[in-house]
């Protein structure tokens, strides 16, 4: 399983980013994919996840402000970010899911993409 993250930045409060991974190693099509976050200090926090239906599932702290998505053409999950705040700063990464829930119990990271939200 490979996984190579893309598209954080530095970005101001209320700004925008669009998250990228990139997936191969397995059958993407037949998997669900998620993406999580941790931020200095602190533990992995699960923030979405999108089934091979293309249902998405989203944690409450991003409901309504992140959107996943993606593209199995490209073997490609993205998570849209938008009114991005300081406490949003963290490496972002993706999974595949292992579970059915696809909540948790993740085996496979990629190596993050840093988003730092500050003005």
């Known amino acids: 399983v490979q996984l190579v993250e893309s598209g954080g930045g530095l970005v101001q409060p209320g700004g925008s980013l669009r998250l990228s991974c990139k997936a191969s190693?397995?059958?993407?099509?037949?998997?669900?994919m998620a993406w999580a976050r941790q931020a200095p200090g602190k533990g992995r926090e699960w923030l979405a996840s999108?089934?091979?239906?293309?249902?998405?599932y989203y944690s409450n702290s991003v409901k309504g402000r992140f959107s996943i998505s993606r593209d199995d053409a490209q073997r490609t999950a993205f998570l849209q970010m938008n009114n991005l705040k300081p406490e949003d700063t963290a490496v972002y990464y993706c999974?595949?899911?292992?579970?059915?829930?696809?909540?948790?119990?993740?085996?496979?990271w990629g190596q993050g993409t840093q988003v730092t939200v500050s003005s």
């Open positions: 999974a595949p899911c292992v579970t059915t829930t696809c909540i948790d119990e993740f085996t496979s």
């Open positions: 999108i089934y091979s239906d293309h249902s998405t």
């Open positions: 190693g397995f059958i993407f099509t037949a998997s669900g």
